[in-house]
């Protein structure tokens, strides 16, 4: 779905950001997790004060003056819709905050926007270079909270975003927020996955069609994450990780704030460990996120699969049994090893089964039918 619901001033100050990039990255050099969010929480004539020493009142001056017309004409020509904070489906997460974004521009279906609020999406970050630890806990805690009807939000980076992202989408739509504009694959690495989303969730970002990348957008992109949803959860964080920068902003907004623990040896787990002996819940599966977000004892819904045969059911419940390997499943059944791959390999296309990336064999929300 398509179309553009977003007034004149609130798309002008989505070019301003635009137009200011390269200097709010000077001024944001040395503290950008800090100084951004403070940047972003000054009206139009205030920010270019602040960035721009000599042009600023041209730059400005030449922002106004962009035709609605022009601006709308941008983003359809790009593919992309657009939001803003006076839209009847603005995300009730971004109604608050002096440093809330006043406009969002997206690709994917427009009506999942609406659906995105405190109370039914979560946010999953972590770190870039990852473990497989790291990895699998992404994506198996996000498959769950997507399985349950909750949105997975995260910043489709390298690492524990794509992760997270592609586990929610084998159980449902997720969201992804960039640091550019949507029309830009970011990391190009990721673009398959950001295809996949666009098909299935949703990709959006408060800078217009275009825009690149800059070391600030990042913690911007951050703090839209840390809003929309009602708790953020860190995966896997090293003690200087920019993750942390997006739990500090969730619990300045009010949000709950949770972390994976990890091995006090690993530095990769660092931060999280930090998190959590400083107050952060304690997330070991996404039953921790449901019961913090839903409630104690919510049931999960079930979305049902293909009807299966006799013998795929048979393979599908030694695994749900803890039986997660091939050799395992052939051993427990009896079964010639080739015939026990063979029905492993049609459930995980029919979605009934994920596979980590040490070939364990996981059962997902995924309901057989009847």
């Given at each position: 779905?398509?179309?553009?619901?977003?007034?004149?001033?609130?798309?002008?100050?989505?070019?301003?950001?635009?137009?200011?990039?390269?200097?709010?990255?000077?001024?944001?050099?040395?503290?950008?997790?800090?100084?951004?969010?403070?940047?972003?929480?000054?009206?139009?004539?205030?920010l270019v004060a602040a960035t721009c020493r000599t042009d600023g009142g041209v730059i400005l001056e030449e922002v106004l003056e962009t035709t609605e017309a022009s601006m709308v004409a941008e983003i359809a020509e790009a593919d992309c819709?657009?939001?803003?904070?006076?839209?009847?489906?603005?995300?009730?997460?971004?109604?608050?905050?002096?440093?809330?974004?006043?406009?969002?521009?997206?690709?994917?279906?427009?009506?999942?926007?609406?659906?995105?609020?405190?109370?039914g999406s979560v946010t999953v970050v972590g770190a870039r270079r990852a473990t497989s630890y790291?990895?699998?806990?992404a994506r198996s805690i996000s498959h769950e909270l997507s399985a349950a009807g909750l949105l997975v939000v995260s910043g489709m980076a390298l690492g524990i975003d794509g992760a997270a992202h592609?586990?929610?989408?084998?159980?449902?739509?997720?969201?992804?927020?960039?640091?550019?504009?949507?029309?830009?694959?970011?990391?190009?690495?990721?673009?398959?996955?950001?295809?996949?989303?666009?098909?299935?969730?949703?990709?959006?970002?408060?800078?217009?069609?275009?825009?690149?990348?800059?070391?600030?957008?990042?913690?911007?992109?951050?703090?839209?994450?840390?809003?929309?949803?009602?708790?953020t959860v860190v995966v896997e964080a090293a003690r200087r990780s920019g993750s942390l920068i997006t739990a500090e902003m969730a619990a300045d907004?009010?949000?709950?704030?949770?972390?994976v623990p990890g091995q006090v040896t690993s530095l990769a787990a660092g931060g999280t460990n930090e998190l959590i002996s400083s107050g952060a819940a304690l997330i070991r599966d996404g039953r921790d996120v449901i019961d913090r977000v839903i409630g104690v004892g919510a049931p999960a819904p079930r979305l049902s699969g293909p009807n299966l045969t006799p013998e795929a059911m048979t393979v599908l419940e030694a695994v749900a049994d803890g039986f997660g390997t091939c050799e395992a499943v052939s051993v427990r059944l009896g079964l010639e090893p080739a015939q026990v791959a063979a029905e492993l390999?049609?459930?995980?296309?029919?979605?009934?089964?994920?596979?980590?990336l040490l070939g364990q064999y996981i059962r997902t929300g995924l309901g057989t039918a009847g």
């Open positions: 779905m398509t179309g553009i619901d977003a007034c004149p001033a609130c798309l002008r100050r989505s070019r301003l950001l635009e137009r200011l990039a390269s200097r709010i990255d000077k001024v944001c050099t040395d503290r950008p997790g800090k100084r951004t969010p403070e940047l972003l929480a000054l009206g139009n004539e205030d819709w657009a939001r803003c904070r006076h839209s009847e489906d603005w995300p009730d997460g971004l109604r608050d905050g002096a440093d809330a974004p006043w406009c969002l521009i997206g690709r994917g279906d427009s009506i999942r926007l609406g659906e995105v609020s405190t109370g790291g990895l699998e806990m592609r586990g929610a989408l084998e159980a449902g739509p997720t969201v992804a927020v960039l640091g550019c504009g949507v029309d830009r694959p970011y990391p190009v690495s990721h673009t398959r996955l950001y295809r996949n989303i666009v098909e299935n969730g949703l990709v959006i970002s408060e800078f217009p069609p275009g825009t690149q990348p800059w070391k600030w957008t990042f913690p911007a992109r951050n703090r839209i994450m840390a809003a929309l949803s009602q708790m907004a009010g949000r709950e704030v949770g972390a390999a049609r459930l995980e296309v029919a979605g009934y089964l994920t596979c980590s």
